[in-house]
């Protein structure tokens, strides 16, 4: 669990420079205003006060007044140990509910300034206890209390503030996420996805867009659980915010869980521009060696190697792309005469062709024999996935779309990916 810094940093109200606090005027036995010091931007994370706005004031009794300038002096100078020590010896006289605010703030410039969470928890506790936070400020103190809450195991606390979060905002969305994040804690991955998927349906009522970080918790959450509905969670995310990275770790999880589509995953890894370990190199060269598609074997081993990618076994690498090298010159030179044979034959022999012309990057020959293998009667989801891939590369996108959407069974998702991937494409 991640505590909201931004807002943390947004509720700081002390300064960089040491305040100046007023002092009783005349004899009054009346507290004097204290003008609230300017707020110091941090990270450009603290949004400019409005023009015009009025700065806050405090009541502040005169012994508040001592005893609390020399903490505020030493956050202002950023000196966390001396305001720690002057914090302690101002609380004794602290009684009003803004002297108490203040003592929230400073600690919690303290704990943030110090990165102690402990101390930034218990600043949260007192500026809600102390009965001077703004309105304005409670959203962003109750969600701060219940993240310290859940991060501490403290699921009575996080509900409480999560009751109160309601009560501030009934028609938030989020709302369902704070629920989702208390069954989290409790160990019941099915209610967080159920949560968040409320969630995504009142953005989607409400037509405001669906932040990726819920599609990327949910995928996480489901991960975590081993959900069978996994792949399709991050195929979700990784059409909300599409990266390389998010290609790599969708699809290397897919391949892991089907083992017998691991040619064709690792195939739209290669295209997604997502090979990005020796893994993955090792892993598309056995498959396509597998099937004797020299020529991908070659151009894989190739790449890796080039990149330095292929580093523990860069000796075998170098090895398996020697023997590679004179398998795709003498496989070259029979091609023609083999896809003769491969149309006059069987499904298994137009299927192995059309694997060999894909491996040369002969996408428009290798479709003409995956789609003989189809009619021919091999597996159709084996099939046209392949078909699909050689069509995708070849540049024929609408045929491509065709047969991914053609495709059954257990490579109906790796389909789904590949159509995500030419939806990304241009033309």
Same mark, same amino acid.
């Given at each position: ?29 009346a507290p004097q205003p204290i003008q609230e010091p300017t707020p110091r931007r941090e990270a450009a994370q603290q949004p400019a006060a409005p023009s015009g706005q009025p700065q806050r004031q405090y009541h502040l009794s005169r012994p508040e007044q001592v005893a609390l300038q020399p903490a505020l002096a030493a956050v202002g100078a950023s000196d966390w140990a001396t305001a720690t020590t002057a914090l302690a010896a101002a609380e004794p006289q602290v009684r009003g509910n803004d002297a108490k605010y203040l003592v929230g703030q400073i600690r919690l410039r303290i704990g943030i300034g110090t990165n102690n969470r402990a101390m930034q928890s218990q600043a949260v506790d007192e500026l809600l206890a102390s009965g001077a936070a703004l309105p304005t400020e409670l959203r962003a103190l109750y ?123 690792? /195939? ?10 020796? /893994? ?24 890796? @190697? ?62 003409? +024999? ?22 995708? @590369? &070849? ?15 257990? &490579?109906?998702? @790796? ?6 991937? +030419? ?5």
């Open positions: 669990m991640t505590t909201t810094k931004a807002a943390l940093t947004v509720m700081l109200m002390i300064g960089g420079a040491t305040p100046a606090l007023a002092q009783y005027g005349g004899g009054s036995s969600e701060n209390q219940m993240e310290f809450a859940m991060a501490a195991g403290d699921t009575a606390k996080a509900q409480r503030a999560m009751a109160e979060l309601d009560r501030i905002s009934p028609n938030d969305p989020n709302r369902y996420i704070r629920l989702a994040q208390i069954r989290v804690s409790a160990n019941d991955p099915a209610g967080a996805i159920g949560l968040y998927q409320q969630a995504i349906q009142a953005q989607q009522r409400a037509n405001q867009p669906i932040p990726a970080d819920w599609r990327r918790q949910i995928a996480s959450i489901a991960y975590r659980a081993h959900s069978p509905d996994t792949v399709r969670y991050m195929r979700e995310w990784l059409a909300a915010a599409p990266s390389p990275a998010a290609w790599h770790d969708t699809i290397a999880l897919y391949a892991e869980a089907n083992a017998p589509l691991k040619l064709d995953s690792y /195939r739209l890894m290669r295209a997604a521009g997502a090979m990005t370990s020796e /893994r993955d190199f090792m892993e598309l060269y056995q498959a396509a060696n597998a099937v004797r598609a020299f020529g991908e074997v070659q151009a894989v081993l190739q790449d890796g @190697l080039q990149r330095n990618l292929i580093t523990q076994n860069a000796s075998y690498a170098r090895e398996s792309l020697a023997l590679a090298t004179r398998r795709a010159t003498d496989d070259r030179s029979s091609l023609a005469e083999s896809r003769r044979s491969a149309l006059a034959g069987t499904a298994a022999a137009a299927l192995g062709m059309g694997d060999a012309y894909y491996g040369y990057g002969q996408y428009a020959e290798a479709a003409e +024999l995956y789609r003989a293998a189809l009619q021919k009667g091999t597996d159709a989801g084996t099939g046209n996935l392949r078909l699909g891939a050689a069509l995708a @590369l &070849g540049g024929q996108r609408a045929p491509a779309e065709a047969a991914f959407r053609a495709v059954t069974g257990p &490579g109906a998702e @790796l389909a789904q990916l590949w159509l995500l991937w +030419l939806s990304t494409r241009a033309g």
